[in-house]
């Protein structure tokens, strides 16, 4: 991160970086004693609860959404379905209901202080991008006077809490293992190498994600062959490339990372919904017309294979990772994707509204770091 600049948030917007890592967010200042403005948003201290707090359903809460997206001015036109003109807003009413405990409200505050002089960074494509905006709103939304920097290259966006010292990071990665310029080749996706790993591996909380660009092809395919075993290929199986991948990621936190300093969590699959046969519903191509959750716990068209190699793979892994587990309560909330209601006015059935269904995730993250101690 030597590399990228101090700027303030307006200098950040004036960059205006294509790529995914080009977020955002706010400079906010005032006394410290303004920070309680926020306490209407939490609760007593979390104890260590909801162990498996992956498994419930969703339950109508008129206390939802944990914060209004009015007030988090910096969302990505991706993600601010509200601002796009979603008209509708049943979908922010939801709450994430465990089967065994009650998951604790986030609190910002409590979030902060637990993370003081510490690092957390998201690694993955625009899925993570999805979740560190959320967790800004949280955090930013729950502490609106609080001190904000930001800072930004090529590849890592840092948003920095100062009254804290806590650091949010975003690094661009879209497969964890190395994409390099080869000559005479091309670009190769290299599955038995990943280089990034040394900026990682001090940071002090981890969240990787991916899997969305496995099977991506076309012009838009960032990679022009595939290595694996010291081999060459024009292509393979995507899901073997995917698992392959991962393994290496797991060798190098078995390696590398120092988890007794290093949290690490890893995200499980975020689902999209193009395909009505997966909720009984075989003539809906899209989630337009989707306005509320899956009734119940479980999703008709069950997990997708990617999850289940994820599980299979974390489970080599020798040291402690936490599978942040997000699939199928997320493959419930066919009504929490942006659809057409985004800055592209395009169909987009894999990303989610901010707010929505990410603050979820942040809330079970945070719940994950409690629990870890």
């Known amino acids: 991160m030597g590399s990228g600049k101090q700027r303030s948030y307006s200098e950040l917007i004036n960059v205006g970086i294509i790529v995914i890592c080009s977020c955002l967010f706010v400079v906010n200042s005032d006394s410290d004693a303004d920070a309680d403005a926020g306490a209407k ?29 009015s007030a988090c001015p910096n969302i990505r036109k991706e993600f601010d379905c509200n601002e796009c003109g979603r008209p509708d807003h049943l979908y922010l009413k939801y709450r994430w209901q465990p089967d065994n405990c009650d998951l604790p409200r986030f609190d910002a505050k409590d979030f902060l202080w637990r993370l003081s002089g510490k690092k957390i960074m998201f690694i993955g494509d625009s899925v993570s991008l999805n979740q560190m905006q959320s967790l800004l709103c949280l955090l930013q939304t729950g502490l609106p006077n609080t001190n904000i920097i930001g800072q930004s290259n090529d590849t890592i966006t840092t948003v920095i809490f100062e009254d804290y010292d806590v650091s949010v990071i975003l690094f ?12 005479n080749v091309g670009r190769v996706l290299k599955l038995n190498s990943l280089k990034d790993g040394n900026i990682w591996k001090n940071i002090d909380v981890l969240v990787f ?12 395919q960032p990679w022009d062959y595939v290595e694996f075993d010291n081999k060459i290929l024009k292509d393979m199986d995507r899901m073997d490339a995917f698992r392959q991948g991962l393994k290496t990621w797991a060798k190098w936190v078995d390696s590398d990372v120092d988890t007794t300093k290093t949290t690490v969590i890893f995200q499980g699959v975020s689902p999209s919904h193009y395909n009505g046969t997966e909720w009984d519903e075989p003539e809906v191509t899209n989630c337009a017309n989707e306005k509320q959750p899956i009734v119940g716990s479980k999703y008709p068209g069950g997990l997708p294979e990617a999850a289940l190699v994820v599980k299979d793979v974390l489970r080599t892994v020798k040291k402690p990772v936490h599978l942040l587990d997000i699939t199928t309560l997320s493959q419930l909330r066919k009504d929490a994707h942006p659809s057409s209601f985004n800055g592209f006015k395009a169909m987009d059935c894999t990303h989610w509204c901010v707010a929505g269904l990410p603050d979820t995730w942040n809330q079970l993250l945070y ?4 629990n870890n101690g």
């Open 209 to 220: 994600n991916t899997w969305l660009w496995w099977y991506r092809r076309g012009p838009k």
């Open 367 to 370: 719940t994950a770091l409690v």
């Open 41 to 69: 948003w939490r609760r007593p201290p979390v104890e260590r609860s909801c162990a498996n707090a992956y498994e419930g359903r969703w339950v109508y809460d008129e206390s939802y959404p944990l914060y209004d997206s």
């Open 172 to 183: 661009h990665s879209l497969y964890l293992v190395d994409i390099q310029v080869v000559e």
